[in-house]
């Protein structure tokens, strides 16, 4: 608002006939039609075309300097003065959204890919104002969510940063520090939400949050694995493997089953070897070796996998 801006129009005349020098103005309006409410910020003055003539050129308005943050639209108006008997009096406007004021966004944002449930995490977040208006101080909240929105359900994780006035392209990055709630572990998000409290009037209040998945809890996953390639039916051979917690909380001790199968996937048509392994508890990161011996079914001959 108060702001001068650079604005370019081509006004064409379509008319089978020549038409005299005129005007094109330029009005600030409310809604993309042209009524006597519209206010006039400037106007330029266009030589006489011939028929099928244009004339491009770009005019410099001022903004009022009290304007409510908001989406208006810029209206040029070509015969702006009326001066001039046309054809058509209806098609002389062509109107431009302008957003005044600021928007703030979340422009970044890294929290970790893993965490524990209960743990801490440490995010990184940038808030910016993406408008051009200045937005005064705010704060930027985080969630934990089971979506990728912020409703009632989602659990706010402290109470936010705060984010200095930013003006017009200013932004503002922080690491935060975020206590997890003790929750199942699965696929979860973490959302940011810049101006949370609703403090600042923006252009856009739809576009204040950012999001990113983070598995919480333990993941169990093969980290090695050998057996030998070629086996004699109703024998017995010696598989080595490791499995490893990726995950970042701990994994309770489980079991480890194998399965000779036609494919390389795990379904019901598969057949449960009679050999079993325990494997303790792992710690994040943690992992465990060891080698197990299997008997080979006595009716079996062909290619097969060992799962």
Known sequence: AGSAIAVSDTTTNQGSAPAPASITSVYLSSNVVFDASDVLLGSRSLPALAAGGTSTAGTTVTLPSVLATGTYYLIAQADGAAAIAELNELNNGKASAIRIGPDLVVSSFSPPLRAASGGTIAVTETTANTGAGPAWASTTAFYLSLNLTVDPGDVRLGPGRAVPS???????????????????????YILANADDAGAVTETQETNNGRFSSVLIGPDLMFGFAT?????????????????RNAGAGPAAATTIRFYLSTNASLDAADVVLTASQAVPMLAAEGSFASTTQIALPLDKVGTFYLL
Do not use: N
């Open 166 to 188: 930013l003006g017009p392209g200013q932004s503002s990055t922080a690491m935060t520090t975020l206590a997890l709630p003790v929750v199942a572990s699965g696929v979860w």
């Open 227 to 243: 057996s030998p390639s070629a086996a004699v039916a109703d024998s017995t051979i010696s598989a080595s493997w490791t499995v």
